[in-house]
């Protein structure tokens, strides 16, 4: 089943607009197998790029790596124009304020409220009043979409699209420039997938935003990004629109957008 998604990301970014995230030569491996290899990539200012592929590629591991959480064999990631290996751990710290996270299914903390939840990073990072904190935590909780009184739920209180949403609101609440997303519309029903889709785009718009995701949801590519990184053979195949890369005469990448999927999403946005 599809859901039905609006037919252009609106603002994309020119293409010539700076690069904030960059992969250069991205050995990554695990034992003797080896996962990315002479892996590059670029993100730019005020994208929404998604990375697709096969179950086994490394795209978790591929953002991962740009975090830091996954340590590259070879190759660099710069940030801002910084090289994350070769700068103080100091400089590290102050990037990483820059960008905001949202792993699968939110990663809240179960013994907390969302308002707490919310709150964590602001605690754990400045020395801002707890009045201040819980009014933070409101706009956030305001800006992605949920009922203020859902502050003081705890997270099994809520639906999978609400604590989605409620990951996305901590992950924001630091006013960073980059959001990074894993699977955020994954074991989401249509409709709530469809408002998160949305939701990003206004995001991005709002705050000036670069988003780079990691989905299998064509849906969620149709609707929202304005590239498609693809990872294949051990790196990034091709990075492009989704026009372009249907284009390309790659096995997984037709079977991908072609398959039986991809047809009946062709259906859904012709009807």
């Avoid at 939840?117 to 800006?143: D, S, V």
Wanted: proline residues 6%.
């Amino acid at each position: 089943m599809t859901r039905s998604t609006p037919a252009s990301p609106g603002l994309s970014p020119p293409p010539d607009a700076p690069v904030v995230i960059r992969l250069r030569g991205i050995l990554n491996s695990f034992g003797p197998a080896t996962i990315h290899e002479n892996l590059d990539l670029d993100v730019r200012k005020g994208e929404i790029l998604g990375v697709i592929g096969a179950s086994g590629t490394g795209k978790s591991v591929l953002l991962r790596t740009i975090l830091g959480l996954q340590r590259q064999k070879q190759g660099s990631v710069t940030i801002f124009g910084a090289d994350m290996d070769r700068i103080a751990e100091k400089e590290k710290a102050a990037i990483r304020r820059l960008w905001g996270v949202l792993f699968q299914d939110g990663a809240l903390f179960s013994s907390l409220t969302v308002s707490e939840n919310i709150q964590f990073p602001l605690r754990e990072f400045t020395i801002l009043p707890p009045l201040l904190r819980r009014e933070i935590a409101r706009m956030k909780i305001a800006a992605v979409g949920l009922p203020l009184l859902s502050g003081e739920k705890f997270p099994a209180e809520l639906s999978g699209g609400m604590r989605k949403r409620a990951g996305l609101a901590r992950a924001l609440v630091m006013d960073p420039k980059i959001l990074l997303l894993d699977e955020p519309t994954a074991g989401l029903d249509p409709l709530a997938a469809a408002g998160f889709d949305q939701l990003l785009l206004t995001l991005r718009q709002n705050l000036d935003l670069t988003v780079c995701l990691v989905t299998h949801d064509l849906d969620t590519l149709y609707a929202a990004c304005d590239r498609v990184a693809v990872l294949a053979e051990k790196r990034i195949y091709a990075v492009d629109t989704i026009d372009n890369l249907i284009r390309l005469d790659h096995p997984w990448i037709q079977d991908y957008f072609r398959g039986p999927r991809g047809r009946a999403k062709a259906r859904a946005d012709a009807g």
